[in-house]
């Protein structure tokens, strides 16, 4: 069986209430097993020859009010495969646990700080780790999403796996804050097959915020005559004709997969108008 040579970030954000999943491996698919996180309860990362059951029993665990590293303990006892296994734990209250068993191809480890704990197996060196958490610290006060991407940047620019990459992942989680609030996660992403899988994840990220970020209110415009008139007129050329301004505007950021920025048509978020502006 293949071994995944694999690096992980598992963190949390207890300001913003966001928990969350980095990784990226030279392995098919790797975001469809390494990353789980649920919000208000925590985030794993399974790897190295994973045990894909680590991922729903260590979050049930979790709920439990376990820490991490007593899921850590009682996930890897009951396991006769633990040797072989690597893991990484972010709890509710931001207590980090990270796993490598010593059966684990070098280089193999991980480090644990403040709210995260970061892995690796078959590394060009320990600085992959390393770089992993001080990207992850030095990143302090930026999105969750943004600071897990950085960290997997700098693990790559460090040294990464010794066999390359294949693939990356992001998975993010709020209570409610997806898409329209109907679900967890603020950030699903993968990059199942790439040369450059964690620039091309950049990219797709990139699409999505644009798509389903959030503007600050003090940074949304007031929609007055001169913006109205633009508007209208970028939308009739547009062929969103319609007497109702509001249901043309309405209609046209439907299509363009824009309507989590929108509210109404009183105010206008910025990014949005740009968009208008370059259709």
């Given at each position: 069986m293949a071994r995944p040579?694999?690096?992980?970030?598992?963190?949390?954000?207890?300001?913003?209430?966001?928990?969350?999943?980095?990784v990226q491996s030279k392995f098919l698919a790797v975001g469809a097993g390494v990353p789980a996180a649920e919000p208000q309860v925590g985030a794993i990362a399974t790897q190295a020859l994973a045990n894909m059951r680590y991922g729903p029993d260590g979050l049930a665990l979790l709920?439990?009010?376990?820490?991490?590293?007593?899921?850590?303990?009682?996930?890897?006892?009951?396991?006769?495969?633990?040797?072989?296994?690597?893991?990484?734990?972010?709890d509710a209250q931001g207590q980090a646990a990270t796993y490598t068993g010593e059966g684990c191809l070098d280089w193999a480890?991980?480090?644990?700080?403040d709210g995260y704990a970061v892995q690796g197996n078959i590394l060009v060196s320990e600085e992959t780790v390393t770089a992993l958490g001080r990207t992850f610290e030095e990143t302090a006060g930026k999105p969750l999403?943004?600071?897990?991407?950085?960290?997997?940047?700098?693990?790559?620019?460090?040294g990464g796996d010794r066999r390359g990459q294949q693939s990356a992942a992001l998975l993010v989680v709020r209570k409610d804050g997806g898409y329209m609030?109907?679900?967890?996660?603020?950030?699903?992403?993968?990059v199942d097959d790439h040369p450059a899988p964690i620039e091309e994840l950049w990219r797709i990220y990139a699409m999505h915020d644009l798509l389903?970020?959030?503007t600050p209110d003090e940074d949304w415009l007031e929609v007055d005559e001169q913006i109205a008139l633009e508007?209208?007129?970028?939308?009739?050329?547009?062929?969103?004709?319609?007497?109702?301004?509001?249901?043309a505007f309405l209609d046209w950021a439907g299509t363009e997969n824009l309507e989590e920025r929108v509210r109404g048509i009183d105010r206008i978020d910025p990014v949005v108008l740009a968009e208008l502006r370059k259709s």
């Amino acid at each position: 069986m293949a071994r995944p040579s694999t690096y992980s970030i598992v963190a949390c954000d207890l300001e913003a209430a966001e928990w969350g999943v980095a990784v990226q491996s030279k392995f098919l698919a790797v975001g469809a097993g390494v990353p789980a996180a649920e919000p208000q309860v925590g985030a794993i990362a399974t790897q190295a020859l994973a045990n894909m059951r680590y991922g729903p029993d260590g979050l049930a665990l979790l709920r439990q009010g376990l820490s991490a590293e007593e899921v850590v303990q009682r996930l890897t006892e009951a396991d006769k495969g633990r040797a072989d296994r690597q893991l990484g734990v972010v709890d509710a209250q931001g207590q980090a646990a990270t796993y490598t068993g010593e059966g684990c191809l070098d280089w193999a480890g991980g480090i644990v700080g403040d709210g995260y704990a970061v892995q690796g197996n078959i590394l060009v060196s320990e600085e992959t780790v390393t770089a992993l958490g001080r990207t992850f610290e030095e990143t302090a006060g930026k999105p969750l999403a943004e600071r897990l991407l950085a960290a997997l940047a700098a693990a790559q620019a460090a040294g990464g796996d010794r066999r390359g990459q294949q693939s990356a992942a992001l998975l993010v989680v709020r209570k409610d804050g997806g898409y329209m609030g109907t679900t967890d996660a603020v950030a699903d992403l993968r990059v199942d097959d790439h040369p450059a899988p964690i620039e091309e994840l950049w990219r797709i990220y990139a699409m999505h915020d644009l798509l389903f970020g959030e503007t600050p209110d003090e940074d949304w415009l007031e929609v007055d005559e001169q913006i109205a008139l633009e508007v209208r007129e970028r939308l009739d050329a547009l062929g969103y004709e319609s007497a109702d301004l509001e249901r043309a505007f309405l209609d046209w950021a439907g299509t363009e997969n824009l309507e989590e920025r929108v509210r109404g048509i009183d105010r206008i978020d910025p990014v949005v108008l740009a968009e208008l502006r370059k259709s």
